[in-house]
Each structure stands twice: as structure tokens, then as C-alpha cells.
């Protein structure tokens, strides 16, 4: 793996970081220390998705970065947050890993 794909890796990574900051600072007294943790992620995101993008074509690097994003931030609703889970919710999960998959593979 080069280094733009762990950069892209480490993108989506924290692109999961903020919904996370968001949603804790809805559901904690500790509101400010998760927003500050949100925007921290989403800048740092930001960040390591423009480094990934040097290498990584745009249309892949920002469909991979938010495929781990959405991914991700969806497995932590389901065990977390305890989201409800169905055949369709898991299905669209599964799709969104396939494009990502397929997206590395092909690059």
C-alpha cells in the first residue's frame, strides 16, 4: 500500500471521528470536549484527504474516504449507539464496503 492510500485510509478514519463527536455530545454532559473533538477530525479529515488526493485520483479518493466514513460511523451506531438493524440497512453496509473494495482494487 503507497503512502496516499494510507493517508486516504487514515482520511476516513477520522471522518468517522466527527458524526462520533457530535452524537457523544448529544448524549453526554460533556458537550464542548466533543464538539472540539468533532471539528478536530473533521479538519485533520480534511487534511489527509488532500494529501491522498496528490496520488489518488479525486473521484476515487473522495468516494473511498466517504465509504469508510459512512462504514464505519454505521457499525459504531449499530453496536454503540444500538441503531436498528435490518436485511436492507445491512445490505446497503455491504454495498458500501464492495464500492470501496472495488475502488481499491481497480485503482
Known sequence: ???A??????A????IGWPLGFKLSQTTSHRI???IVAVVCMGL???????AQRDIPIGTAYAVWTGIGAAGTFLIG???FHD??????VLS????VAGVIGLKISA
Do not use: A, D
Open 1 to 3: 500500500m503507497t503512502l
Open 78 to 80: 449499530l453496536v454503540i
Open 45 to 51: 479529515s480534511g487534511l489527509f484527504l488532500w494529501l
Open 12 to 15: 476516513g478514519l477520522l471522518e
Open 93 to 96: 453496509f455491504l454495498l458500501i
Open 33 to 35: 470536549t466533543y464538539i
Open 5 to 10: 492510500w494510507i493517508y486516504l485510509l487514515v
Open 84 to 89: 436498528p438493524v435490518s436485511m436492507m440497512r
